[in-house]
């Protein structure tokens, strides 16, 4: 059983890496930089812009050195110790387990893009006329979201028992 419970969490965690590469590579080498495309009228659309912060664009501003430490060294720490967390935690629940590897996957890709590039590629936007409205995001921006939702429902599901 711990063979294949590290295997799931070693598997979750590189395919959340690599769905968001590919489509970070595709969004790159295929969407002109700065543009708009609508896929679903405005509704939904398609970009191609470099963040150099992090969630919408915080931190783009600040000095060299404090980017690095709290957009590179901080989150490596964070990630370090969730996945140790994961991997030693055998109590936790399959929406946490599950839940913790989006948001180390995500975390990891999105650190990738920021030590290889300095700045990571978001290419989504979904504006539902003032109801729900978003920043530009990627795939690992989805995947630390769903993660995120993961935790709190396994959460609430175990205080419900």
Known sequence: MKKNRTLFIVLLIIFNIAIDQISK???????????????????????????????????????????????????????TLVLFHVFKDKALDKFSLIGFCCIIGGGIANLYDRILYGKVTDFWHIDLGGVFRTGIFNIADMSVMVGMGLLILGNFKKTKE
């Open 25 to 79: 590579f595709w969004v790159r080498a295929n969407v002109v930089a700065g543009s708009k495309a609508e896929i679903f009228g405005n509704y939904f659309t398609l970009h191609n812009v470099e963040n150099e912060g992090a969630f919408l664009g915080l931190g783009s501003d600040f000095s060299p050195v404090l980017k690095i430490i709290l957009l590179n060294v901080l989150p490596v720490v964070v990630l």
